[in-house]
């Protein structure tokens, strides 16, 4: 595989970014990974269970996760997980993220930091 950076994919999606934090706790399962986003967004970005699987079929293409290995007994249910490059790719928005809320603090439009 060639070299990619882990910055060549962002900004991620919102989605790619949630599917990327639900698997940052271990490997699971699509159903489980759209429960644990629909668990934490709370019917603030709306799931259908296409839109998942559309993009862990994207995240899959891109190298940021993995088929688990060991969950070849039910293809019915495939286990994914992050790659080091997802991983790494994931912290990067983190990061790029949590500067974005820095400097909306900065210019007053979010409230500082909580104590």
Do not use: C, W
């Amino acid at each position: 595989m060639p070299f990619k950076s882990s910055e060549a994919s962002l900004p991620l999606t919102p989605i790619s970014f949630e599917i990327l934090l639900a698997l940052a706790g271990g490997d699971r399962h699509g159903y489980a990974i759209l429960q644990i986003v629909e668990q934490r967004l709370t019917g603030v970005l709306p799931m259908r269970t296409g839109t998942i699987y559309r993009a862990l079929a994207r995240l899959l293409d891109e190298g940021l996760i993995e088929r688990a290995a060991g969950d070849d007994r039910d293809d019915r249910r495939r286990n994914y997980r992050l790659t080091a490059l997802g991983r790494k790719t994931a912290r990067a928005e983190a990061e790029r993220l949590a500067d974005q809320v820095a400097a909306a603090r900065s210019q007053r439009l979010l409230p500082g930091t909580k104590r």
